[in-house]
């Protein structure tokens, strides 16, 4: 199973995102967390800053959309060009019709699950998206510890994904420490912040995503 390393550029630095970006030209993608102040208590990117960051970035765009109603404002986001679009269950009236929706405008549709939302409702709608969030925090800001009470849920999932071209993602708490507990429970996409832009041991951003990538290979799922 492939590594891939998303880095968050929540924990860059925002007045100079366009080098930022730059500076993880060796990651997967670039995850850009978009948030509402409604849905969590954060306020951080909209559209036209997901449009500026399209036009530049080196890498795929892998947005996060941590917003009510995100039936009504997702497509918008897939119209940018964007690789993926993942909304969270909770804030979707309807998931499927909204992820053929993003799929049919050419993004990626992801599904993203809060700790205390249970997968085991979702798992028989995995035919429908490309991509199943795990937050392994509670969504709104970064920083925070790995909660390793998430791990069955992770298991969980990849247990139902089996074979199936659906990645699964995590997000929150990555770092050496627990990249490698959350690619042995089936994680193959991570999310990391801090873990790069702000590596303990100083490594340079394009370092950390290597290091963090070669720790996930390391622990492959069973």
Do not use: C
């Not at 995850?31 to 036009?55: C, I, K, S, W, Y």
């Not at 986001?77 to 009236?93: I, K, N, Q, R, W």
């Not at 993602?169 to 990391?192: L, R």
């Amino acid at each position: 199973m492939t590594a891939r390393i998303n880095p968050s550029i929540l924990t860059a630095d925002f007045a100079d995102l366009g080098s930022e970006v730059a500076r993880v030209a060796n990651a997967d993608a670039v995850h850009v967390d978009v948030m509402d102040n409604h849905f969590v208590p954060n306020l951080t990117f909209g559209p036209r800053m997901v449009e500026a960051l399209q036009r530049t970035s080196p890498i795929p765009l892998d947005v996060h959309l941590m917003i009510s109603d995100a039936d009504r404002w997702a497509p918008g986001y897939a119209e940018l060009g964007v690789f993926s679009v993942t909304f969270h269950a909770e804030a979707a009236a309807d998931p499927v019709a909204l992820a053929r929706r993003l799929r049919q405008i050419g993004a990626r549709a992801g599904l993203a699950l809060k700790p205390g939302t249970p997968v085991e409702a979702y798992l028989e709608l995995l035919p429908e998206f490309d991509q199943l969030l795990v937050m392994t925090v509670e969504p709104g800001f970064g920083g925070q510890s790995f909660m390793h009470d998430m791990v069955p849920k992770i298991r969980a999932a990849r247990a139902a994904i089996g074979d199936r071209p659906v990645w699964l993602q995590v997000d929150g708490g990555i770092s050496p420490d627990t990249i490698g507990i959350a690619a042995e429970a089936g994680a193959d996409t991570f999310v990391a912040g801090s873990a790069v832009y702000q590596a303990a041991d100083g490594a340079d951003p394009a370092a950390a995503i290597e290091a963090l990538r070669g720790l996930a290979g390391a622990h492959p799922s069973h």
